[in-house]
């Protein structure tokens, strides 16, 4: 089992930034490639990006130039950099692990989730 833990989120003007942290326990944290999502009301979940055991990453169509993804395989933690928020950012941001999430943009492909931290971008 791994257990994940979201945090850092809240409420932020258009055009701020946040730091969202995904903190795991349970397994061997630098096995496990992390990904994020985030889900709108009303909407499935959507693949912000994700980084694997060596710290490459992969960017979900609409966020690549505002977000950034790392780890600290030290830590057992990763983190979203988000900048540049817009309204259409609004969401609740999970984190997600899996071993070799297949396919990776998709959030069946994980087998480990966190319970979300909410961000909310006003205009």
């Known amino acids: 089992q791994v257990q994940l833990v979201e945090s850092g989120g809240g409420l932020v003007q258009a055009g701020g930034a946040l730091r969202l942290s995904c903190g795991a326990s349970?397994?061997?944290?630098?096995?496990?490639?992390m990904g994020w999502f985030r889900q709108a009301p009303g909407q499935g979940r959507e693949f912000v990006g994700g980084?694997?055991?060596?710290?490459?990453?992969t960017y979900g169509d609409s966020t690549e130039g505002r977000f950034a993804f790392s780890r600290d395989n030290a830590k057992n933690t990763m983190y979203l950099q988000m900048s540049n928020l817009k309204p259409g950012d609004t969401a609740v941001y999970y984190c997600a692990a899996d071993l070799r999430p297949i396919p990776l943009n998709r959030d069946y492909g994980y087998r480990y989730w966190g319970q979300g931290t909410q961000v909310t971008v006003s205009s």
């Open positions: 349970g397994r061997t944290f630098s096995d496990y490639y």
């Open positions: 980084v694997s055991w060596d710290g490459s990453t």
